[in-house]
């Protein structure tokens, strides 16, 4: 009996702790709904209102739009028109019908003229209306300026709720030609229609008139990391397996919102699910973008390599062998991206400048995770792995001199990556967060070797926790005690990249949010901002220079060629008549030259420290 | 000792109360055996929990630095130093599941206090899927696993108290299911995920798969309480129960992955092994005895008013 009485009791207060727990819980929950999650739903619009945003790209004289509507009635018409501005006039330059599930309304028109900017607007039945202007290829402009953004997360929680306004006028402001989201931008993974309906009316302000490249990322596509391994299936939660969580179609419904308006791909086999694929390239302003999938191919951990963590992607023990992960058969670009980014740095057709676009840069970028003490040695979800198509990928874009603009790191950074040795590659730049959903910290425990004086421990030469070379030069890292729900003591903020094609200078950029970017008095994270050359990304620190070259044009292309494996080192616009290529040391080159192709041989055996050359070109 | 005397129904029925203490003991096991393996190899789901604010404003109170709490960042803090101890806290209830007799009090107590851990376990991942209602619920089977063995032992295997508890489990489990099957909740990825690798079913195909299931998960926890079909319920959440189990190491494993992938997966089986061993429980105690078929016809079966569905004799040994 007394036993009975016990046990009645302790099941008694395991049911009132529950209850209790429930009932604090939902307490809780209200509370952070209020100031923690956002409710996100599609609201209701008149017909007139119908087109929510639209978004464009011109490439090769095609242009590409997609018009996003709000769901509409069954009655209603699918069919959605486009109209330009000519002689005063609007007229109907193509019509397409609306795709459901996704209600987007994708236009192709091939013929472009981009040597002025057009007028546009969509239209749907005789009442909705949405106006913009597709620009002129800035051609003309010495100084092409990109805006970079990622991780736009809405919940008050981290100050997602805060309005976009400050974004909206600073790129006015500085007139961006080109918007970057780099991934996240809808982070919530079963709503992807009413979370881009909602960017589109948080950014479609400054969308409409300028060429804007969305990478949907991991929560884009619906689950927190995604390694996609060709549109496999992923079962496992938290997808380490490699696969897509959310179905095919969830997915594809997602690409289409999000990339249906880039230029065409460059190599449209659809992958597993009949999930498409969008890695292209884009020439705006005389600098040629490589816009790459860097998950969509790449090989999920679990299960490939051995348990490190208490997560299959997380490596927590520093003395883990970091050769151990790099196993045979782990893709990161996969074959086909590989095949396009050698082709895509030979050729310098109205290029004076390269950059590569994709969702997260290729290395280890942040030592701490969440909001608290994450270290971890390593994230098998950073482009740090695997190491071999890590190197892969940087070896493919320093051949065309590209630099690399990502994001999803929530944590901006500045790198110089190396392969061989610190410096001997590209550089990237990591923006931070419009909303900043979850901290981390660039910091490693040894201070970094051959800093800049005066520059933080945590630059400099290091290797991060696969073992890859990477130089540090900035990190935003957010206030270390509980950051709050601030934006800016979370690093929220937005890079701008400014690629000048006359002097071959880029310079990066990264602001806070709510301030104005044009007062003198407006400081940038520290770090910021950095200009490098164009040349500097792959400029590696061992080599030497072959005897300068003068030509008889200006701005012509030039590319090595190793005189022994035939393996083609480089190719590259020079800035003016003038070239002193580099190139390692005891090794021969062929260098081949060419107006806008390097098409002329002229020289089989360059050497370092060879004789300067005068070379002629039709 | 004659075959008649070993087939007779006392006899019987004993070895039908083994059975059913067996499935208990065997799911309170495993589902310890599951979540022991969870905490020692990967980590326990209270991240969510512990790394907040608020709860370092809690240990503050207690005089511990930020430093103490999550770490200098070359050493772990108390939270991941605490999270991974809890692993003993879970081997020990699994011992706990194989030494524990109708006498131990105090493991029995013990045990009671392993339903505790699992509830606050289910609660983090509650809080990690977004406060989803039924992300809590659907560990109902595997929270009140520990509980119903030490009624079961305490009052007999057939007593009405376990037999409720084992019921609610078995309600809890599915229709945490099935309001996801069913989409009221946003169904989980790998619901589909899973449909569409182990029977090739496309998108469409799938949902309505798990549409189909998701009715059914909420018929059967009615049909729990009609007497007539009690059994054939019990039945149906075996064999649904041992399926969703299964279903992970299934479409997961491969023979290409490290270990066939057995330590990603298998565990995922393991530790839900309460939502098929707490049904065939119900339907080896719901078994009615031979002397009652013989004198009761199927159509003569009258159905009871609720309140007496659970006044069921107790065990003899009770």
Do not use: C, F, S
């Given at each position: 009996m007394k036993f009975q009485t016990l046990i009645t009791i302790c099941c008694a207060a395991v049911l009132a702790i529950n209850v209790d727990a429930q009932n604090k819980s939902k307490a809780k929950a209200k509370q952070k709904k209020r100031r923690g999650r956002a409710v996100l739903t599609i609201p209701e619009v008149a017909k007139k209102d119908i087109i929510c945003f639209a978004l464009w790209t011109v490439h090769d004289k095609t242009l590409k739009l997609t018009a996003q509507l709000y769901p509409t009635s069954d009655g209603d018409t699918k069919v959605v028109r486009l109209e330009i501005m000519k002689g005063g006039k609007w007229v109907e330059v193509a019509k397409t019908t609306v795709i459901e599930p996704g209600w987007t309304a994708p236009f192709r028109v091939k013929n472009w003229d981009d040597s002025k900017a057009h007028k546009y607007r969509v239209r749907h039945g005789e009442l909705a209306k949405y106006e913009g202007t597709i620009q002129k290829?800035?051609?003309?402009?010495?100084q092409i300026v990109i805006a970079g953004f990622t991780g736009n997360s809405i919940h008050p929680g981290h100050g997602g709720d805060i309005s976009r306004q400050d974004i909206i006028d600073n790129i006015k402001r500085v007139d961006a030609d080109v918007l970057f989201f780099s991934g996240d931008q809808v982070y919530d993974h079963f709503k992807h229609l009413a979370g881009w309906l909602k960017f589109g009316r948080d950014f479609g302000e400054i969308i409409k008139d300028r060429p804007t490249l969305c990478l949907p990322d991991d929560h884009d596509a619906?689950?927190?990391?995604?390694?996609?391994e060709s549109g496999k299936v992923s079962t496992l939660r938290g997808a380490s397996d490699g696969g897509y969580s959310r179905p095919g179609v969830y997915v594809q419904e997602v690409e289409r919102a999000q990339t249906s308006h880039f230029p065409d791909p460059v190599d449209p086999h659809t992958i597993g699910q009949g999930i498409g694929v969008w890695f292209t390239r884009m020439t705006w302003g005389n600098v040629d973008f490589a816009i790459l999938e860097d998950r969509k191919f790449k090989t999920g951990p679990a299960g490939r390599v051995p348990k490190q963590g208490p997560?299959?992607?997380?490596?927590?023990?520093?003395?883990?062998?970091?050769a151990s992960v790099d196993v045979d058969g782990a893709i990161l670009l996969g074959k086909r991206q590989l095949k396009f980014l050698d082709s895509w740095a030979q050729d310098w057709r109205n290029t004076d400048m390269k950059i590569a676009l994709s969702a997260t840069i290729f290395c280890g970028g942040a030592h701490i995770h969440g909001n608290a003490n994450g270290r971890l040695h390593a994230d098998m979800d950073s482009n740090g792995w695997p190491q071999s198509g890590r190197n892969r990928a940087i070896a493919a874009l320093r051949k065309g001199f590209a630099m690399h603009y990502a994001g999803d790191q929530h944590l901006a950074t500045i790198f110089h990556h190396g392969i061989d040795e610190h410096r001997d590659g590209i550089w990237s730049f990591c923006v931070p967060s419009i909303a900043n959903l979850y901290l981390r910290w660039w910091e490693p425990l040894k201070p970094g070797k051959n800093r800049e004086p005066g520059a933080p421990a945590y630059t400099g030469d290091h290797l991060d926790g696969f073992d890859n070379k990477v130089s540090n030069y900035a990190a935003a890292n957010p206030e270390k005690q509980p950051a709050g729900n601030l934006l800016n003591t979370r690093s929220a903020g937005f890079g701008i990249v400014r690629m000048n094609t006359k002097t071959r200078k880029i310079t990066m950029e990264c602001w806070p949010r709510?301030?104005?970017?044009?007062?003198?008095?407006t400081k940038q994270y520290k770090g910021w901002p950095r200009t490098i050359s164009q040349f500097d990304n792959y400029n590696p620190p061992s080599w030497g220079k072959l005897g300068k070259l003068t030509f008889n044009v200006e701005d012509p292309v030039v590319q090595l060629v190793d005189a022994k494996s035939k393996e083609i080192l480089y190719t590259v616009r020079a800035n003016g008549k003038s070239f002193t290529p580099g190139a390692p040391k005891g090794k021969a080159f062929i260098v081949k030259a060419g107006k806008d192709a390097p098409n002329k041989v002229i020289s089989r055996n360059a050497k370092v420290g060879s004789k300067a050359q005068k070379v002629t070109l039709n | 000792m004659s075959r008649n005397d070993s087939n007779s129904s006392p006899n019987r029925e004993l070895k039908h109360e083994n059975l059913a203490m067996l499935c208990l003991r065997l799911g309170a096991f495993l589902c310890f055996v599951g979540w022991t393996w969870v905490h020692f190899y990967w980590e326990g789901p209270y991240g969510i929990l512990l790394w907040q604010e608020s709860t370092y404003e809690l240990a503050e109170r207690f005089g511990i630095s930020w430093d103490e709490f999550v770490g200098t960042g070359v050493n772990d803090g108390l939270v991941q130093a605490w999270i991974s101890r809890v692993a003993w806290l879970y081997l020990a209830c699994t011992i706990l599941t194989l030494t524990v007799r109708k006498n131990s009090s105090m493991q029995m107590i013990a045990l009671v206090g392993g339903s505790g851990l699992l509830i606050v376990l289910s609660y983090a991942k509650y809080v990690g899927a977004q406060r989803q209602l039924p992300m809590f619920v659907e560990h109902g089977g595997q929270m009140l696993m520990p509980i119903i063995l030490v009624l079961a032992l305490r009052y007999g295997i057939r007593h009405r108290v376990p037999t409720g508890v084992a019921m609610l489990a078995v309600i809890a489990t599915f229709v945490g299911h099935g309001s996801y099957a069913l989409g009221f909740w946003p169904t989980p990825a790998n619901f589909f995920g899973m449909t569409t690798v182990i029977l090739g079913f496309e998108y469409e195909a799938a949902k309505t798969f798990l549409w189909v299931a998701g009715v059914l998960d909420f018929l059967i926890c009615v049909g729990l309480f009609v007497p007539a079909l009690r059994r054939p319920c019990a039945l149906y959440a075996v064999v649904w129960g041992l399926l969703t189990a299964i279903a992970r190491p299934v479409a997961g494993m491969s023979w290409s992955l490290i270990y066939f992938g057995a330590d990603q997966f298998l565990h995922e089986a393991v530790l839900r092994a309460p939502h098929f061993l707490i049904p065939i429980y119900l339907y080896v105690i719901w078994r009615r005895p031979p002397d009652e078929v013989s004198e009761t016809s199927d159509d003569s079966i009258e159905l009871l008013p609720l309140p007496q569905l659970y006044e069921i004799p107790l065990a003899p040994f009770d």
């Open positions: 290829n800035p051609v003309h402009k010495d619906g689950q927190p990391n995604l390694w996609g997560r299959p992607d997380h490596i927590r023990n520093p003395e883990y062998d970091p709510n301030v104005d970017i044009t007062n003198p008095a | -």
